[in-house]
């Protein structure tokens, strides 16, 4: 019998304890936690933490946000995005799903995101300008419904899509 070797697959940690100002941007997934203060723009995919020491004013967009510090500004989840009873958060929120745990301070406005994406979304999510997701829509490269002039993305097949590294 011959047994296949599994690869370890590393992960991305990255650990941020300092003062940092600028546009941050993430490829590939990585587990991201930012303790100090932060001012800027930040991409991610994978985990980011804003931790309990952390302050924040910045545009983000990543997948799966923990906020247990000071933000300010306007987050968008594109899976999860949780408050922890530390947070402080001044600003706007789009995400399908909250978690804002009791004692966390909330002041601003969300918009829950339905499982249909539009273009802007999706080609911000994938990093990719807005024709080339329309030729791959059009091409059938990614799974996306035609409705009258508009394309929609399903979020769950489009997460799947990347999953599968279709995207390379």
């Not at 047994?3 to 991305?12: A, L, Q, S």
């Not at 302050?55 to 247990?68: S, T």
């Not at 990093?127 to 394309?151: F, M």
């Amino acid at each position: 019998m011959a047994f296949k070797e599994k690869k370890k697959t590393e992960e991305k940690i990255l650990d941020v304890d300092a003062s940092m100002q600028g546009t941050l941007s993430f490829n590939d997934p990585v587990n991201l936690r930012i303790n100090g203060n932060f001012e800027g723009t930040l991409h991610t995919k994978g985990n980011l933490t804003i931790g309990e020491t952390a302050n924040v004013n910045a545009h983000i967009l990543g997948e799966n946000i923990i906020v247990a510090g000071k933000v300010k500004g306007d987050i968008t989840a594109m899976t999860t995005l949780v408050f922890l009873p530390t947070a402080i958060f001044e600003g706007e929120i789009k995400t399908p799903k909250l978690n804002i745990v009791e004692g966390a301070i909330f002041q601003g406005r969300c918009n829950m995101m339905q499982d249909l994406l539009g273009i802007d979304e999706v080609s911000k999510y994938l990093e990719i300008d807005r024709d080339s997701l329309v030729n791959w829509a059009s091409s059938g490269k990614i799974p996306a419904i035609k409705e009258g002039n508009t394309w929609r993305f399903e979020r769950s097949k489009i997460e799947e899509w990347v999953a599968s590294d279709k995207i390379r």
